[in-house]
């Protein structure tokens, strides 16, 4: 008889497993409560993705000049934008689930909870569905953090979730948080013509990325007239009387706006899944620990995505749930096979857009650690000037003695797409002179690689 693996969570850990294992010959039970996609399809990645490439169509058109265009002119149209986003969204659910169909994954729609170490149930309209598991998949995501000085209420204080788009175009929208989201919203609502201010709690906007990354977008950012309140941490919003938003800072500053945007976090989702009665330790924050397999403590009762507690990436929850399709059934479980966190390529789609990959050079610094770094500008690459892009830099970090490609860092546009050349290097222990060596396009941003690596 197939194995019985139950699946509670549809975004993109929980749907790559259920795919990975039904193709590996696993009898699969996905049970969702929302739309399969999860969270990610939602309200996560794809609406503020699709928000994004508006706003860059925008700010291209605010350049067509330069690029000989005379007298283009756009109106956003909230209505229009939102609907794309429900489209766009309902073609990845279609496409999922009918691929999930036909590998016979029974989707079942519904709350799901574990009433034992075996025992799945799913609390669906038809009413309670009890499914037997060999093995178990949680995988139920996370959800925005929200502090306790604050009270989102979808109008004028909101969180990431009510934004994807907001009711009304904010007139001054004042984000809290400087990490990839809040960055993201920041770079996205001023290509929409809002004033935006942002609370950074640090002295740097992405206090986890390379400085001089860091730096190109904070250049951006003031170059648009977004006002940056440095070294300021939020501690309460209260409503105006003319129905904007007062946001008290530490520091005694208050920063006005007529909304007001959390961005500092999420919490993951694991209450109510029934993890005491299936012996599954829940850590202090309410993540679930688990090894190298992504297996709990409960070895047959595994964890994906941002409820693993690693690197929150829809990209990662779905390698997550590939290599846990692969180990419960029984394959490829060899040291090297194994998730490497820190060869994870990632990017925020900011204007300019952000691509990073493996040891960056301000870590290996810290570290003391001996690396070449090389620089180059797109503006001297002939396809950024084409482009009218001329903005950012490639840099890659190899090891001096044996020239293997360490890291990377891309600034500029499309920097999400050519990150996976050096993705592809870090992963592989590639040399910069196999990059070198590669007979690039012409012209190709991709130019700007070659150079790096030479
Ligand atoms: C604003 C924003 C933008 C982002 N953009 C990107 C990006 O561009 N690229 C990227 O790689 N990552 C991005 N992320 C991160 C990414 O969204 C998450 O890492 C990813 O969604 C995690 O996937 P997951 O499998 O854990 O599940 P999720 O996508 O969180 O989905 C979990 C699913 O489980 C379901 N569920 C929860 N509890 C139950 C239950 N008891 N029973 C049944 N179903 C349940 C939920 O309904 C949901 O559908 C973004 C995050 C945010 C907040």
Redesign the pocket.
Known sequence: MALSFVI?????????AASHAAKLGADVTL???????????????I???AMIATGSALNMIDKSEEMGLTDVKAHLDFDALRQRIVSIEDRLEHSVTSLLQSQGVRVLR????MVGPHEVV?DTAEGEITVHADAVLL??????RIPEWAAPDGDRVLT?RDA?PPKELPDHLVVIGSG??GV??VSMFSSFGCAVTLIVSRQQVLPQKDPEVAAALETHFLDRGVRLYKGARAEGIERTDDGGVRILCDDGRVATGSHALL?IG?IP?SE??GCDAAGVEVNAWGYLDNNHHLQTNVPHIYV?????GR????????M??RKIAEHVMGLHTREHRHLDYDKAA??I?TEPEIADVGLAEADAFAEGRKIRVTKVPFSTTAKALINNAPRGFVKIVSDPATGVVLGGSIVGRHAAELISVIALAVTAGLNVEDIVDSLLVHPSLSEALAEAAD
Do not use: M
């Open positions: 509670i969570g549809g975004g993109p850990g929980g749907h790559t049970i969702e409560r929302e739309i399969v996609g999860g969270a990610a399809n939602l309200w996560d990645c609406p503020s993705k519904g709350s799901g909870r799913a995988a139920t995501g996370s959800r925005p990431t994807y990839v989201t993201e919203f961005a999420s989702n109510g899944l994906a995505g941002d409820l693993s690197l929150p990436l829809s990209s990662v929850a779905s997550q749930g990632s990017a789609f």
